[in-house]
């Protein structure tokens, strides 16, 4: 990981070996000069741009790079593009010489300072909490399938509830989605017959419709709200695109052979197990609890937590309790889940049909977990078993890396193993898993894309790390999104994803916005057929 000061001196250091060169405030060039790479002087007929595109000169732009989660792999895709040049950590918020802007997190200030119409394009939408929030997501998906019917809500997502946290006003046995809760449980029936253990009763239904009825009168796009959302620490076509088809709900059963879980000793009630996660500003598995029936939810929802800005967030958020997938597909006895790029844009013209465009990158990996899967009472408390991002697995050095390189897999060698072990087509990934995949995001993105550049920006877009996982009859579910999906590369596996996912990002939210100068030095030049040669995966 590249610290601030040590990637922006790296990059001054470059680019400034000039004598004559010097810092304007704030560590801009001075405007009538540059230096190049190789420290030649250069006249320079345009100053860094403002406005719009510029016509000439070697540097046209400029970027702010800040720290964190492995900005290195950034720091690289802007020094394969010549005519941009970095500032300073310094640079006054809002600084009309900024042009581009990548951060871990999104800045509330940053934003306030930063002019909607002005030329500069930040990496985190305004509105992103109407998916990084679990509560959030859920929502808004519940609110989409209902007005619109494009997707199943119950083959999106696992059965979800939001609960009130402890201290916040109407919590407690009244609450209307704890009595919603407390109904489905009284009513679901143990099964074998699903992933979840339950049978899936229609019970509450109007309940719900009357939860997001009264939903939709809160104002979602509240900034004040936003203290920290994040993701995971360890992140559509244009106007063209035909009309939207639901997504698969189910795998092709004649495909698929039954799949034996190694569960070890259950002595858990067969559909009692309830995942339970803050509504809000947590990532790398903070606050995450397993537990088993009614009981067990309402104390982790209630009880006191030793963390007072997680009391002061759940009082204020709430908790998002989850069924929990008793039957999830297992790679040699352990559980994982995909993590899947979504890039969005913003699309600054009125005559576009969407406000932003949707990508997903067409390859995803599998986070693996360490230790072998136990729906048991003794595994409950066990994070290793459950989460399989980094932050959780790297805990205990011995099992990290030890059946995997830094526990992940391509999905090549995925699709290898489904074939091997599940006796499923070779192309089953390319030809049923991704496409449902495809959908799901289609139709979760659909569900937001009004709400995620509430303000109307010109430019812009954002990153994010969609996670799935895959139940023993190879569905996947959604179960959350990132708005800071780690870029770190511990592994020869993602040495590659990262940095094509990153350049192709780029190409798609910042070339299009800051094209190369129309008169381009030699050294332009080569970074554009550079560029040019760069494979873009991402799809839709």
Same mark, same amino acid.
């Given at each position: 990981?590249?610290?601030?000061? +040590?990637?922006?001196?790296?990059?001054?250091?470059?680019?400034?070996?000039?004598?004559?060169?010097?810092?304007?405030?704030?560590?801009?060039? *001075?405007?009538?000069?540059?230096?190049? =790479?190789?420290?030649? *002087?250069?006249? /320079?007929?345009?100053?860094?741009?403002?406005?719009?595109?510029?016509?000439?000169?070697?540097?046209?732009?400029?970027?702010?790079?800040?720290?964190?989660? &492995?900005?290195?792999?950034?720091?690289?895709?802007?020094?394969?593009?010549? @005519?941009?040049?970095?500032?300073?950590?310094?640079?006054?918020?809002? +600084?009309?010489? /900024?042009?581009?802007? @990548?951060?871990? @997190?999104?800045?509330?200030?940053?934003?306030?300072?930063?002019?909607?119409?002005?030329?500069?394009?930040?990496?985190?939408?305004?509105?992103?909490?109407?998916?990084?929030?679990?509560? &959030?997501?859920?929502? &808004?998906?519940?609110?989409?399938?209902?007005?619109?019917?494009?997707? =199943?809500?119950?083959?999106?997502?696992?059965?979800?509830?939001?609960?009130?946290?402890?201290?916040?006003?109407?919590?407690?046995?009244?609450?209307?989605?704890?009595?919603?809760?407390?109904?489905?449980?009284?009513?679901?029936?143990?099964?074998?017959?699903?992933?979840?253990?339950?049978?899936?009763?229609?019970?509450?239904?109007?309940?719900?419709?009357?939860? %997001?009825?009264?939903?939709?009168?809160?104002?979602?796009?509240?900034?004040?709200?936003?203290?920290?959302?994040?993701?995971?620490?360890?992140?559509?076509?244009?106007?063209?695109?035909?009309?939207?088809?639901?997504?698969?709900?189910?795998?092709?059963?004649?495909?698929?052979?039954?799949?034996?879980?190694? +569960?070890?000793?259950?002595?858990?009630?067969?559909?009692?197990?309830?995942?339970?996660?803050?509504?809000?500003?947590?990532?790398?598995?903070?606050?995450?609890?397993?537990?088993?029936?009614?009981?067990?939810?309402?104390?982790?929802?209630?009880?006191?937590?030793?963390?007072?800005?997680?009391?002061?967030?759940?009082?204020?958020?709430?908790?998002?309790?989850?069924?929990?997938?008793?039957?999830?597909?297992?790679?040699?006895?352990?559980?994982?889940?995909?993590?899947?790029? %979504?890039?969005?844009?913003?699309?600054?013209?009125?005559?576009?049909?969407?406000?932003?465009?949707?990508?997903?990158?067409?390859?995803?990996?599998?986070?693996?977990?360490?230790?072998?899967?136990?729906?048991?009472?003794?595994?409950?408390?066990?994070?290793?078993?459950?989460?399989?991002?980094?932050?959780?697995?790297?805990?205990?050095?011995?099992?990290?890396? *030890?059946?995997?390189?830094?526990?992940?897999? +391509?999905?090549?060698?995925?699709?290898?193993?489904?074939?091997?072990?599940?006796?499923?087509?070779?192309?089953?990934?390319?030809?049923?898993?991704?496409?449902?995949?495809?959908?799901?995001?289609?139709?979760?993105?659909?569900?937001?894309?009004?709400?995620?550049?509430?303000?109307?920006?010109?430019?812009?877009?954002?990153?994010?790390?969609?996670?799935?996982?895959? =139940?023993?009859?190879?569905?996947?579910?959604?179960?959350?999104?990132?708005?800071?999906?780690?870029?770190?590369?511990?592994?020869?596996?993602?040495?590659?994803?990262?940095?094509?996912?990153?350049?192709?990002?780029?190409?798609?939210?910042? =070339?299009?916005?800051?094209?190369?100068?129309?008169?381009?030095?030699?050294?332009?030049?080569?970074?554009?057929?550079?560029?040019?040669?760069?494979?873009?995966?991402?799809?839709?």
């Amino acid at each position: 990981m590249v610290a601030s000061g +040590s990637a922006v001196t790296a990059v001054r250091t470059m680019r400034r070996k000039s004598s004559t060169a010097k810092k304007a405030a704030g560590g801009r060039r *001075k405007s009538g000069a540059a230096t190049s =790479d190789t420290g030649t *002087k250069t006249e /320079v007929v345009s100053t860094p741009c403002a406005t719009g595109p510029a016509e000439e000169g070697p540097i046209c732009y400029n970027y702010l790079l800040c720290p964190g989660n &492995n900005s290195r792999v950034i720091l690289a895709v802007m020094r394969r593009r010549p @005519w941009f040049s970095c500032v300073g950590k310094n640079e006054k918020l809002g +600084s009309p010489a /900024v042009n581009v802007v @990548w951060e871990m @997190w999104r800045s509330l200030p940053r934003r306030a300072a930063t002019p909607v119409n002005s030329y500069c394009a930040l990496n985190h939408l305004d509105g992103n909490r109407q998916l990084v929030s679990k509560k &959030n997501l859920w929502k &808004n998906l519940a609110r989409h399938c209902a007005k619109t019917g494009e997707g =199943d809500l119950n083959q999106l997502v696992p059965p979800t509830f939001l609960l009130k946290g402890r201290g916040a006003s109407g919590a407690g046995e009244g609450d209307a989605e704890r009595v919603r809760f407390k109904k489905y449980l009284d009513t679901a029936s143990p099964t074998m017959e699903n992933c979840y253990g339950l049978e899936m009763p229609d019970v509450g239904a109007s309940e719900l419709a009357e939860f %997001v009825q009264e939903e939709e009168e809160e104002d979602e796009v509240n900034e004040e709200d936003a203290e920290g959302d994040g993701g995971d620490g360890d992140g559509d076509g244009d106007g063209e695109e035909a009309k939207v088809e639901a997504p698969p709900t189910e795998t092709p059963a004649a495909e698929v052979k039954a799949t034996k879980n190694a +569960s070890g000793k259950n002595d858990c009630e067969t559909g009692a197990l309830w995942i339970v996660k803050p509504a809000a500003s947590t990532n790398r598995g903070c606050g995450i609890q397993v537990c088993e029936g009614y009981d067990q939810v309402i104390q982790a929802v209630t009880t006191q937590s030793k963390s007072k800005l997680n009391n002061k967030l759940t009082k204020k958020h709430g908790w998002v309790v989850q069924k929990y997938l008793e039957r999830p597909y297992l790679i040699h006895s352990r559980k994982f889940d995909l993590r899947v790029y %979504v890039l969005f844009t913003v699309n600054p013209s009125k005559k576009a049909e969407r406000p932003v465009s949707t990508y997903m990158y067409d390859e995803f990996y599998v986070r693996t977990s360490g230790v072998a899967y136990n729906v048991g009472r003794k595994g409950l408390k066990n994070p290793m078993m459950h989460l399989t991002n980094d932050a959780i697995q790297k805990k205990v050095k011995a099992n990290y890396g *030890k059946h995997e390189d830094a526990n992940k897999l +391509s999905m090549k060698q995925f699709g290898e193993y489904l074939a091997e072990h599940s006796g499923v087509a070779g192309d089953y990934i390319e030809t049923v898993m991704r496409p449902q995949i495809q959908g799901m995001v289609r139709v979760a993105a659909r569900g937001v894309e009004k709400k995620v550049n509430p303000k109307g920006r010109k430019h812009g877009f954002e990153l994010m790390g969609w996670d799935f996982m895959i =139940d023993e009859s190879l569905k996947p579910w959604l179960l959350e999104v990132n708005s800071n999906p780690c870029l770190e590369q511990p592994c020869l596996l993602l040495e590659r994803l990262v940095s094509e996912v990153v350049e192709s990002s780029f190409q798609l939210g910042v =070339d299009k916005f800051f094209p190369p100068p129309k008169v381009l030095t030699k050294r332009s030049e080569t970074a554009v057929e550079e560029i040019k040669g760069c494979v873009n995966q991402f799809i839709f």
